[in-house]
């Protein structure tokens, strides 16, 4: 009890803050020193301590950074938002060399919650970017926030632990969880039983990248259409098994490289044909993925050039959707 009274009287340290906010002391150290908003009193004139209202003040500071807002920007709010006097800091720092949290990505020309997604997702602040995925995917759409958020995050990501020595590398595998955990929660909406043939999504055998499949499930089930999503490396036998007992209005296979793309499985699965005797069918197959670029599809079988295009060519197939060609970050 007697701790907890003298960090009441005395505030909390910089490590306390930064558990509690799910963020490095390095960051919180640094919005002190180049923004201007450190703790308003210091132990011994040289120790951060941190009272309720400083915390507060952090608090906004994440919220807005996770929402996009650029950190100068975030800091000009929270310090005219102070009510306690401000720290000696600069009022407009001039940039600095070094990057602020999610600075140091090349993002380019891309959406304010683009930049907010990078900056939670550098300084590892999970809840963070559920809220803004949550937020993105009820503004926007699927579809919207694939192409214009979660893409270029994820590309950015990429780029920058490619060329930094596996540095990034937890940076990328937390934001691709939580992308994943969005557009699983997306997929799994309040759709109810369908009696119509169902989508069967899968990677092909020996492929692991199930993201973009992710996001084509998550758009169908937005439209309603039934879907069953089997997922990364699927063998074979198990997908000509699911095709058959499942009878399939289309099947998507998902290829990210030319090493994985099986043109003779593709084959195989559009000439599947199920059902009564004299009605017999077979599904419609969508090569999805780069891998399969190259040749030209064959029977029974489409490449869609995006994601956009992939749920209009389904869509048609159940009486609903245009079709456009206009995305291409399948």
């Known amino acids: ?98 990057a602020g949290p999610g600075g140091g990505l090349p993002l380019g020309d891309v959406r304010q919650e683009c930049r907010g997604l990078a900056r939670a997702a550098v300084r590892l602040d999970g809840p963070a970017m559920d809220a803004l995925l949550r937020q993105v995917l009820a503004e926007y759409g699927l579809v919207t926030a694939w192409e214009e958020v979660m893409v270029p995050t994820l590309h950015a990501v990429g780029r ?87 009878g399939p209005a289309a099947v998507v296979l998902w290829s990210q490289s030319r090493s994985t793309a099986h043109h003779a499985l593709a084959r195989h699965v559009a000439a599947t044909a199920f059902g009564v005797r004299g009605a017999r069918t077979a599904p419609l197959v969508l090569l999805a993925g780069p891998g399969w670029l190259g040749r030209t599809p064959g029977p029974g079988t489409v490449r869609p050039t995006g994601l956009r295009e992939a749920i209009g060519v389904i869509s048609r197939l159940y009486g609903e959707g245009d079709g456009r060609r206009d995305g291409d970050a399948f």
């Open 160 to 246: 920058k632990w490619e060329s930094s020595e596996d540095r990034y590398v937890e940076v990328e595998h937390l934001l691709s969880w939580h992308v994943s955990t969005a557009l699983r929660r997306a997929a799994a909406g309040p759709a109810g039983a369908s009696p119509a043939a169902p989508v069967l999504l899968a990677c092909v055998p020996g492929e692991q990248h199930s993201l973009p499949l992710e996001a084509l499930a998550a758009g169908l089930a937005e439209r309603g259409l039934p879907i069953r999503m089997f997922g990364a490396a699927v063998p074979a036998e198990a997908l000509d098994a699911a095709v058959r007992r499942s």
């Open 1 to 98: 009890m007697a701790t907890r009274r003298s960090d009441a009287a005395h505030g909390i340290t910089t490590g306390a803050l930064a558990r509690r906010l799910g963020v490095s002391p390095t960051t919180v150290r640094s919005w002190d020193q180049r923004y201007g908003i450190g703790p308003a009193v210091r132990a011994d004139g040289r120790h951060r301590r941190w009272s309720p209202g400083d915390v507060a003040m952090l608090e906004e500071m994440c919220r807005l950074t996770a929402s996009g807002v650029p950190p100068a920007e975030a800091a000009r709010a929270v310090r005219r938002d102070r009510s306690a006097p401000v720290a000696p800091g600069p009022e407009d720092p001039a940039p600095a060399r070094r």
